[in-house]
């Protein structure tokens, strides 16, 4: 265990390391509710910025907002028995309130498919009413045994869409374009370039007919499921009547998806990013992407020193920056610089008496090249113009770095569960194989391997040559897959 001030390194336990990083940055912290956390401020802000992101991405393609209860009569969950078989151990249900056992229990929403297309039923007669295409920001519940701060608890934040379409087409395009919304979300806003592609039947959503997933990898080579979209087919239609007139007057059932992303996406940022020393923030979703801290030596120049601070920080905003002034009279700059570094945020930018004389700031950089010096001096005009573009020139290396960084650890062209488990024994993130489409198949590779089918990777995603035999040796490929370790 690392010392209040050290973190351990990620090469001896990453798990300790990611545990140190989520408490000792500030992002969450354990409640007094098994398995539930406390988002604190800073953890808060980063989840803001993916929000508010995301919603104008939804909105940009016709989705809009509601808020559905939190509770759900039991009677609901039952009703589409795929989805209670694979809800059921993590239900958390209400069996009493307002001193009375209540008549039917109420589940504390594990996902809302099932209250929504109750709704949706109420309000779609014809082929006009459609489509309907709702997101909503909220809370859900599933009472997992064993947790991770963001990446698995009791409670969590998300999004979840719902959508009800005339045509299985209209559906499927709806379940793929938001697929590419989670894809170019995670590439362009949090640095965590993931692969697309098709679940597994034995990996799918319960409930759904078809499942698509974005899969991204962290840095100790483990597979992280970052998004879902699903194509529900007519399943939920049936069991809630969600039926309409079509154009030729004809009834029928409504096509619907579901999709969503949660707070595990904060996870995803810190393992994919973060280093010995602890966060890093992309810019695009730091809540503070430059602070400045004053370094006052005397009272003969601290009004001076301030009263540049301010008019640099006023400037940078007006150019659209983030800025914070850290004028804690009670902490050292040493003190400072560590907590910020810790917390992750890109740039911090120093003004100190000598800065005043020379017209120049100190500039430090969260992540530096290598032999770089920790901070720079720059004149400061050229300071406040380069800022804007220093923090996009960041956010784009974090993105490359680890989109080398997943095609460095991708192991293709495997051809035995053999040679499988070897792979993973010496590294390998995601590896590549020929499957014949038979589940045994994927227990085999577990038992084996402790790694699972992760997807049927995306046309973008597939191997030049895909392999023409199956991993098990049983007879020719069917279709490429991608496995991993997972969390």
Not at 46 to 70: C, S, V
Not at 178 to 206: H, N, V
Not at 317 to 323: D, M
Not at 480 to 486: F, G, M, P, Y
Request: glycine share 8%; net charge negative.
């Amino acid at each position: 265990m690392a010392d209040d001030k050290s973190l351990t390194p990620r090469s001896e336990d990453f798990a300790s390391w990611y545990n140190e990083v989520v408490l000792k940055a500030e992002l969450a912290d354990y409640s007094p509710v098994r398995g539930s956390m406390v988002i604190r401020p800073w953890g808060y802000g980063i989840w803001e910025n993916m929000q508010q992101a995301l919603d104008r991405m939804f909105k940009e393609t016709g989705h809009e907002n509601a808020y559905f209860p939190l509770l759900i009569p039991m009677s609901f969950i039952q009703k589409e028995k795929d989805h209670i078989e694979g809800f059921a151990p993590e239900l958390a249900v209400v069996t009493e309130a307002g001193g009375k056992v209540l008549e039917e229990p109420l589940v504390i929403r594990p996902t809302s498919e099932t209250i929504i297309y109750h709704m949706y039923a109420k309000w779609v007669q014809s082929y006009r009413d459609l489509p309907i295409l709702m997101n909503q920001w909220a809370n859900v519940m599933r009472w997992e045994l064993r947790t991770r701060l963001f990446l698995r608890t009791a409670e969590f934040l998300w999004q979840e869409g719902h959508t009800a379409h005339a045509t299985a087409d209209e559906a499927e395009a709806e379940t793929l374009g938001i697929l590419q919304i989670y894809r170019t979300f995670m590439e362009d806003w949090i640095c965590m370039p993931p692969i697309t592609g098709l679940k597994t039947e034995s990996e799918k959503f319960a409930g759904a007919v078809r499942s698509y997933a974005c899969e991204a990898l962290m840095q100790d080579n483990k597979a992280l499921q970052a998004g879902t979209s699903h194509f529900l087919g007519q399943n939920f239609s049936k069991q809630f009547d969600l039926k309409f007139q079509s154009e030729e007057g004809r009834e029928e059932y409504a096509y619907n998806t579901s999709w969503g992303v949660s707070t595990r996406l904060i996870g995803g940022m810190v393992m994919t990013h973060g280093d010995d020393d602890g966060l890093i923030v992309p810019p695009r979703l730091a809540p503070t992407q430059v602070v400045i801290v004053p370094i006052t030596r005397g009272d003969d120049t601290r009004s001076a020193v301030l009263e540049k601070v301010d008019e640099v920080a006023g400037r940078l905003r007006a150019a659209g920056v983030r800025v914070k002034v850290d004028g804690r009279d009670h902490l050292s700059p040493g003190a400072k610089f560590y907590e910020w570094e810790r917390k992750g945020v890109p740039y911090r930018l120093e003004i100190g008496p000598k800065d005043l004389e020379k017209g120049s700031v100190a500039l430090a950089r969260r992540v530096r090249p290598e032999g770089a010096k920790r901070k720079e001096f720059v004149p400061e005009e050229e300071a406040i113009e380069t800022l804007p573009a220093r923090l996009e020139a960041f956010q784009d290396e974090l993105r490359e770095t680890a989109r080398a960084r997943r095609e460095e650890n991708t192991v293709r062209g495997v051809g035995s569960i053999g040679e499988l488990a070897e792979a993973f024994e010496a590294g390998a993130g995601f590896v590549y194989t020929g499957w014949n489409g038979d589940p045994a198949v994927e227990e085999q590779v577990k038992e084996a391997t402790k790694a699972t089918s992760r997807v049927i990777p995306s046309e973008e995603f597939r191997s030049p040559r895909v392999p023409e035999r199956c991993v098990s040796g049983d007879g020719p490929a069917a279709m490429e897959v991608v496995w991993a370790r997972a969390y």
